[in-house]
Antibody
Framework: QVQLQESGPGLVKPSQTLSLTCTVS??????????WGWIRQSPGEGLEWIGH???????YYNPSLQSRVSISVDTRRNELSLRLGSVTAADTAVYYC??????????WGPGTVVTVSS | DIQMTQSPSTLSASVGDRVNITCRAS??????LAWYQQKPGKAPKLLIY???SLESGVPSRFSGSGSGTEFTLTINSLQPADFATYYC????????FGGGTKVEIK
């Protein structure tokens, strides 16, 4: 049973960089059938796609975040990472990582809350 | 950018009802559409992918249809566990989600 788990600081100061890690269990990020990605959900709001990545390093980013976001994959650690720079209060959200199969997120982590505040 | 518009934003229904949720894309996305169910405090759950393919383990009362720019999620015989928020997501190269439809008890 594939499991994903997000981790990282729950509080980030404005203008700093948000960094999260997603640990993948019982599956390999090198599996050629899947991409891996990040989604977020602001309090009381809908879902926002952040981006996704293939194990080879090919990435796709939400154009609205592209200038500030970076997603990477570590095949040795079997992890993917998210970095979002120059954060503001608008980046406060629950951040989810997910596996992409047939261009849909078929497995999700439980999510991690990130608050941007001084 | 492709915009996804869901309707209605809120839907009141009773157990046993048949429910339809619509998702419209701002341009042709062929059949690259997925549907999710989300309950409060939980991660979304994939229901349908490629517009009409039922994800493994999802009850058969859920079905998806449509192609191009108009899509429908149908729930036949609504069950108590189905009261939740539903999202569509286009998945043609770049992704985006619809605004969500909350299915509440009438």
């Amino acid at each position: 049973q594939v499991q994903l788990q997000e981790s990282g600081p729950g509080l980030v100061k404005p203008s700093q960089t948000l960094s999260l890690t997603c640990t993948v269990s019982d599956a390999s990020v090198r599996n050629e059938d899947f991409y891996w990605g990040w989604i977020r959900q602001s309090p009381g709001e809908g879902l926002e796609w952040i981006g996704h990545i293939y194990y080879s390093g090919t990435t796709y980013y939400n154009p609205s975040l592209q200038s500030r976001v970076s997603i990477s994959v570590d095949t040795r650690r079997n992890e993917l990472s998210l970095r979002l720079g120059s954060v503001t209060a608008a980046d406060t959200a629950v951040y989810y990582c997910g596996r992409v199969k047939w261009w849909a997120f078929d497995v999700w982590g439980p999510g991690t809350v990130v608050t941007v505040s001084s | 950018d492709i915009q996804m518009t869901q309707s209605p934003s809120t839907l009141s229904a009773s157990v046993g009802d048949r429910v339809n949720i619509t998702c419209r894309a701002s341009q042709n996305i062929e059949n690259w559409l997925a549907w999710y169910q989300q309950k409060p405090g939980k991660a979304p759950k994939l229901l349908i992918y490629k517009a009409s393919s039922l994800e493994s383990g999802v009850p058969s009362r859920f079905s998806g249809s449509g192609s191009g720019t108009e899509f429908t999620l149908t729930i036949n015989s609504l069950q108590p566990a189905d009261f939740a928020t539903y999202y569509c997501q286009h998945c043609k190269t770049y992704f985006s989600f619809g605004g969500g439809t909350k299915v509440e008890i009438k």
